[in-house]
């Protein structure tokens, strides 16, 4: 597998594109270099204005920078900019207890943003991690209390059809005001010397509250994105489409290579800036989960237990189903395990799946239906071909 050109798909880039090709040289703002200059000699002289005769930590070197060729090192940070005036606003978002998933959590929020006119009427205003934070551009209207309880229908947002879950019991959805984030706190605070950062007590907190911000506002258009995946806190993947990136990066037992990216916003010397680290992780291909299986079980043959493991947790479409004029009925499942032969414990005498025996196929699977005759067993295949 070549590596060099992990990621060379039309979605993503090499590297190249980002920063500048061979041979030209990049500009640095004198400005940012005498006030990071000028912010090194304040800090040293801050420092130093605390130093005691008891302190047993090294002392700082003398002459820092006065010496050596200044040289320019290119970095994977790139400079970003709120409009003049601007402020943002920050609201928790408390969901309803009986979303206990990240996908359920997330499925709210859509349905959130969609139904519930205070946030759908801001458009391209509004930014949300969909788990507990929504950013927007203009207040939301929540009353005095700067708080305010929706109660909304929760769809199932994978499918156009939007299966709407527990309809006769609304889930709530509660906002509240948590803090504001302006273009001048921002450029007074990335425009700060390093004294100021010394006295202030609650720098860190202000800094950590408008990094959370800004990120959420960062990641607003890849989450919106369904082509995208977030597989992390700021992490996203763009699920491949071209059959050259499988054949080039597959990681053979169904899975293979996806490249994305990392990002985190960073304040530094009177710029606001954004990181961006290359991410790579393995995905399971878009395949029926019968040949994932094979696949799997040809380069670990004969390990149930593996397999089990392997596809424990994993989400599958199934269309098996039909409605009434015979189109397929799509519905998402979540693999728990595979099904087991039943043996009679020889100390409890109670019937139950052993794992550590070969799993059984749809005829050696039974179980007993409620319902029927005298309780007698019924088997995988005999379900589905009775229709039932």
Same mark, same amino acid.
């Given at each position: ?11 993503s ?8 090709? $061979?041979?030209q ?7 940012i270099t005498r006030?990071e ?10 420092i130093?204005a605390?130093?005691?005769?008891d302190?047993?930590?090294? $002392? ?20 970003v900019s ?8 920050t ?8 979303l ?9 929020? =859509? ?31 929540? %009353?005095p209390?700067?708080?305010?309880t ?16 527990a309809?006769d ?17 921002l450029s ?12 202030s007590?609650d ?19 890849? +989450? ?16 491949p489409s @071209?059959?050259?990136t499988?054949?080039?990066?597959d990681l ?35 395949? +029926? ?10 380069m670990v043959?004969?390990n149930?237990?593996?397999? =089990?493991?392997?596809?424990? %947790? ?10 009434? @004029? *015979?189109?397929?009925?799509r ?9 087991h ?5 020889p100390l ?12 059984? +196929? ?5 179980f ?14 005999e379900?589905?071909?009775? *229709?039932?």
């Open positions: 597998m070549d590596l060099r050109g992990l990621g060379k798909d039309r979605h880039s090499n590297g190249q594109d980002i920063f500048k090709q $061979p041979g040289a990049s500009v640095v703002d004198d400005s006030k200059d000028t912010n090194l000699k304040k800090y040293h002289e801050a130093r605390q130093i005691s005769v302190d047993v930590d090294l $002392p700082l070197r003398p002459g820092y920078g006065d010496k050596g060729t200044p040289i320019t090192v290119l970095a994977n940070y790139l400079e709120m409009t003049d005036a601007q402020q943002l606003f609201y928790e978002a408390a969901l309803d207890k009986r206990h998933t990240k996908r359920q959590r997330y499925q709210f929020m =859509e349905s959130a943003l969609k139904y519930v006119p205070e946030l759908s009427d801001l458009g391209h205003g509004l930014a949300t991690d969909y788990a507990s934070l929504v950013v927007t551009s203009a207040k939301v209207a929540l %009353g209390s700067e708080t305010k929706f109660a909304i229908e929760y769809y199932d947002t994978e499918f156009p059809e939007c299966r709407v879950f309809k019991k609304l889930f709530k959805l509660t906002l509240s005001l948590v803090g504001t984030t302006s273009s001048s706190d007074r605070y990335i425009m700060s010397g390093p004294a100021d950062s010394i006295d007590v720098s860190s907190s202000a800094d950590m509250k408008a990094v959370r911000t800004l990120n959420v506002v960062m990641a607003s258009h890849p +989450n919106k994105d369904p082509s995208v995946y977030q597989g992390g806190q700021n992490k996203f993947f763009r699920y @071209d059959r050259d499988f054949n080039n990066y053979l037992g169904g899975l293979v290579a996806v490249r994305g990216y990392y990002s985190s916003i960073r304040f530094s010397t009177s710029r606001t800036l954004l990181n961006i680290n290359a991410q790579c992780s393995p995905f399971y291909k878009p395949i +029926n989960v019968r040949e994932l299986m094979q696949v799997f079980q040809r043959p004969d149930w237990q593996a397999l =089990e493991h392997f596809l424990e %947790g994993l989400r599958v479409k199934t269309t098996y189903a039909k409605a009434s @004029d *015979g189109t397929p009925i519905k998402v499942k979540t693999v728990s395990g595979l099904s032969k039943m043996e009679q414990d409890s005498k109670k019937t139950r799946g052993n794992a550590e025996t070969n799993c059984g +196929n749809a005829i050696d699977i039974r007993k239906r409620i319902g029927r005759p005298m309780g007698i067993p019924i088997s995988v295949q379900y589905f071909r009775a *229709g039932k």
